[in-house]
């Protein structure tokens, strides 16, 4: 049987910028997209705009920070124009703190086995669940998944988060950190991350005579075409912009 | 007392929005022309707008604009050396922002619409100042591409762009792009000397 040529699926509309542009109209609705990106690259403003952009609609959004924490997350990023404490205040941005989840499920250990990772995935889900989250961010995936022992259980660990979050029709954010090896930019610490994920937006810097231009580039969207070029991406003081990078300037 | 070169304010009643015009100025007169397009755009159709310097720094052209008569405090200034090159931010100044290089064309840029969407006024330019001075940074191919996006992107947006360059300094293949681009002339490249 042929599929509907016409059919298009629903998007979760970013709002940052440029991206929606990028991927032809947004996210499409429940994905769990990677973003990875070398430390300094905009990852955590990036996510911040997306969970407000969400919230300035209505929308409940969650961020289970394990970087940071929370309190010092809210105050860096209050200096944006695109935040808005109400939300906050509101209940439509939650912000968690991993180490809080953790305690609170018995997690103070080094190492995750099989247990909890459910666990911890059940955690997460219920949250989402409870609260009716629509937008998720958990930043990062990649200090996640340094608790877990071996390959198999950090893909059994982000196959069922990202089925379950996507059951609830929940679009997520997976920001991973990646290192700059020789130049060259991987997607994932694990290599496995990439392989789940329904989406890739890979950020960077581009070397350019001595300065460093942050870049923004989606390696892989699944249930939408979209551009996989390079953008130039700038942080300014409402939040992430893009345009495409010059094509002489890419590789100088 | 400066005057203002009044044929400039004539041919500016001919632009529009939509309108990229080239701005050939000489190596001694470069200012005055300058403040000649600033003046009217300004006081006589109330645009605001944002002025990329990489020829000097913002500072100093906001000085010598002051000096000739003209307030250009409602103008916001991306200044492409002060920060990188010279090594100096400290000024009185709160409409200046800062790029680190010349050669950070696409921040340039992305710097340009982030002022422009903030902007409160409805009709805006941008002066690109100058061709010459990226042209000592940017490969000619880069600059080329750069000034075709920046030009279609003014055009796209409705924004009055002006690119000021110094004609026999200009770089072959730019300056004929340009001449291909832009859709006004307003040429002061050839200075007489009485």
Same mark, same amino acid.
């Given at each position: 049987?042929l599929?509907?040529a016409?059919? /298009?699926?629903?998007? +979760?509309?970013?709002?940052?910028?440029?991206l929606?542009e990028i991927?032809?109209?947004?996210?499409?609705?429940?994905s769990?997209?990677?973003v990875?990106?070398? +430390?300094?690259?905009?990852?955590?403003?990036?996510?911040?705009?997306?969970?407000?952009?969400?919230?300035?609609?209505?929308?409940?959004c969650?961020h289970f920070s394990?970087?940071?924490p929370?309190?010092?997350?809210?105050e860096n990023?209050?200096?944006?124009s695109?935040?808005?404490?109400?939300?906050v205040?509101?209940?439509l =941005?939650?912000?968690?703190d991993?180490?809080?989840?953790?305690?609170?499920l018995?997690?103070?250990?080094?190492?995750?086995?099989l247990?909890d990772?459910?666990a911890?995935?059940?955690?997460i889900?219920?949250?989402?669940?409870?609260?009716?989250?629509?937008?998720?961010v =958990?930043?990062?995936?990649?200090?996640?998944?340094?608790? =877990?022992?071996?390959?198999q259980l950090i893909?059994?660990f982000?196959?069922?988060?990202g089925?379950?979050?996507?059951?609830?029709g929940?679009?997520?954010?997976?920001?991973a /950190?990646i290192?700059?090896v020789?130049?060259?930019?991987?997607?994932?610490a694990?290599?496995?991350?990439?392989?789940i994920?329904?989406?890739?937006?890979?950020l960077?810097?581009?070397?350019?005579?001595?300065?460093?231009?942050?870049?923004?580039?989606?390696?892989k969207?699944?249930?939408?075409?979209?551009?996989r070029?390079?953008?130039?991406?700038? =942080?300014?003081?409402?939040g992430?912009?893009l345009?495409?990078?010059?094509?002489?300037?890419?590789?100088? | 007392?400066?005057?203002?070169?009044?044929?400039?304010?004539?041919?500016?009643t001919?632009v529009?929005?939509?309108? !990229?015009?080239?701005v050939r100025?000489?190596?001694?007169? !470069?200012?005055?022309?300058i403040?000649s397009?600033?003046?009217p755009l300004?006081?006589?159709?109330?645009?605001?707008?944002?002025?990329?310097?990489?020829s000097?720094?913002?500072?100093?052209?906001?000085?010598?604009?002051?000096?000739?008569?003209?307030?250009v405090?409602?103008?916001?200034?991306?200044?492409c050396?002060?920060?990188? @090159?010279?090594?100096?931010?400290?000024n009185?100044y709160?409409?200046?922002?800062? @790029?680190?290089?010349?050669?950070?064309?696409?921040?340039?840029m992305?710097?340009?619409?982030?002022?422009?969407?903030?902007?409160?006024?409805?009709q805006?330019?941008?002066?690109l100042d !100058?061709?010459?001075a990226?042209s000592?940074?940017?490969?000619?191919? @880069?600059?080329?591409?750069?000034?075709?996006t920046?030009?279609?992107?003014?055009?796209?947006?409705q924004?009055?762009?002006?690119?000021?360059?110094?004609?026999?300094?200009?770089?072959?293949?730019?300056?004929?792009?340009?001449?291909?681009?832009?859709?006004?002339?307003?040429?002061?490249?050839?200075v007489?000397?009485?």
């Open positions: 049987m599929g509907n016409s059919y /298009e699926r629903d998007r +979760c509309i970013t709002g940052i910028r440029g929606d991927l032809r109209g947004g996210i499409p609705y429940g769990a997209t990677l990875a990106g070398t +430390c300094g690259s905009g990852k955590t403003t990036l996510g911040m705009e997306f969970l407000m952009n969400g919230a300035k609609s209505g929308e409940a969650a394990a970087t940071e929370s309190v010092k997350l809210l990023i209050r200096q944006y695109f935040f808005d404490m109400t939300t205040d509101r209940g =941005i939650n912000v968690f991993m180490d809080v989840l953790f305690s609170w018995g997690l103070d250990k080094s190492t995750f086995n247990d990772i459910d911890m995935v059940k955690a889900t219920d949250i989402v669940n409870t609260i009716g989250v629509t937008r998720l =958990i930043d990062s995936v990649t200090s996640l998944c340094y608790k =877990i022992p071996n390959e893909r059994d982000l196959f069922k988060l089925k379950s979050l996507s059951t609830l929940c679009t997520t954010l997976l920001i /950190e290192t700059s020789g130049g060259t930019a991987h997607r994932s694990f290599g496995v991350e990439e392989a994920a329904d989406g890739i937006i890979v960077g810097d581009v070397e350019r005579m001595g300065n460093l231009l942050r870049y923004l580039q989606v390696v969207m699944r249930g939408t075409d979209h551009s070029a390079k953008y130039a991406l700038e =942080i300014t003081r409402s992430v912009m345009t495409p990078m010059l094509k002489w300037g890419v590789s100088q | 007392m400066i005057e203002f070169d009044l044929g400039i304010a004539e041919q500016l001919q529009t929005t939509t309108s !990229s015009v080239q100025v000489g190596t001694s007169n !470069s200012d005055l022309v403040a397009i600033i003046q300004m006081q006589n159709f109330g645009m605001g707008g944002v002025y990329i310097t990489a000097q720094t913002a500072p100093n052209v906001i000085e010598m604009m002051n000096t000739i008569g003209l307030d405090s409602p103008i916001h200034f991306i200044d050396v002060s920060s990188g @090159i010279l090594g100096g931010t400290q009185p709160s409409n200046i922002g800062y @790029i680190d290089s010349p050669i950070m064309l696409e921040s340039m992305l710097r340009t619409l982030h002022r422009l969407e903030n902007s409160q006024i409805q805006n330019f941008v002066i !100058s061709v010459n990226l000592i940074y940017n490969e000619e191919r @880069i600059l080329a591409e750069y000034l075709h920046f030009i279609n992107t003014c055009k796209n947006r924004v009055l762009s002006l690119i000021v360059n110094v004609p026999d300094q200009t770089p072959a293949g730019v300056l004929s792009n340009l001449d291909l681009y832009c859709s006004d002339l307003i040429d002061r490249g050839q007489v000397i009485s």
